[in-house]
Structure formats: structure tokens, C-alpha cells
């Protein structure tokens, strides 16, 4: 009997986790690709990431983001290893002053942008969609 009340209970909790699986992906590759494509390149043999003529137009904050989503989608394809991202690598790779991108990091993170410490920033996936929609809304300026 307490074999079967154990197996009764793992099936109603296997039954409420269903719920939460899906076969999509958590990202949603086309959208971001949509996005970046108008403002950042990388390079095929390095992965380097580097800005368009039109991402170099954009805020420090915006580069940030796309820098950040950048690095998302080459950990999603399995291109790199970590998404995570930090204001030094920021700032080198971007070729922004520190100080530029520690006030930038610092809107961002009380925004929800991006979440993290020290050297292990990520952008959260609920939030991508909210970033997307600020480029959108940029695209549609133009």
C-alpha cells in the first residue's frame, strides 16, 4: 500500500509538472536574428561580435543589450560556450569607457534587463521580448 500511495502521488506530481514543459525553444532564434542583423555582425572564424554602421549609432545601453542578446544566440546554437557577459569584457570588446558601461549596467539591471554579478550578467528570457520591442520601435522610426 505505501508503495502504491508513493507511485499515486509521483504520477499526480509528474501530471502538474507536464505543464511546464514545451517542445519550443526558451529563445526565439528568428525574432533576435530579425533584430540583430540591422546592428551587429560576427565574425564567422573568431565569433567576434561587432557593430553595423546602425549599431554604432545606438545609445551605450542599447549596445549592451546587443552585444548581450548577441552572446545569447551563439550559446543557443552551441557556438560559445557561456552567454554570461561582464562590464570589463563589456567595455573591451565594445570599445566603451568602464565608466560609460558601469552606469549603463547599472539602468539596465534596475530595469530587469539584465540579471546578475561580477563576471556572470545574463539577459533572463522573459525579458527578451521587452528588449526586442525597443528596437522595433526604433526600426519603425527610421
Known sequence: MTISLSFDILVLMNSKLNQLFTN?????????????????????????IFFTENGN????????????????????????????FSAQLTS?????????????????KGKGFILGSGADYVIPNYK????LALFKEENNHD
Do not use: C, M, W
Open 24 to 48: 519550443s525553444e526558451p529563445l526565439d532564434v528568428e525574432s533576435v536574428v530579425s533584430i540583430l542583423k540591422r546592428y551587429v555582425r560576427i565574425k564567422q572564424d573568431t565569433n567576434e
Open 57 to 84: 549609432k545606438v545609445i551605450v545601453y542599447k549596445k549592451i543589450l546587443l552585444f548581450a542578446l548577441a552572446r545569447k544566440l551563439l550559446k543557443t546554437e552551441g557556438i560559445i560556450n557561456t552567454e554570461s
Open 92 to 108: 573591451e570588446k565594445l570599445q566603451i569607457k568602464k565608466g560609460s558601461i558601469d552606469s549603463s549596467f547599472n539602468g539596465l
Open 128 to 131: 527578451i521580448g521587452e528588449i
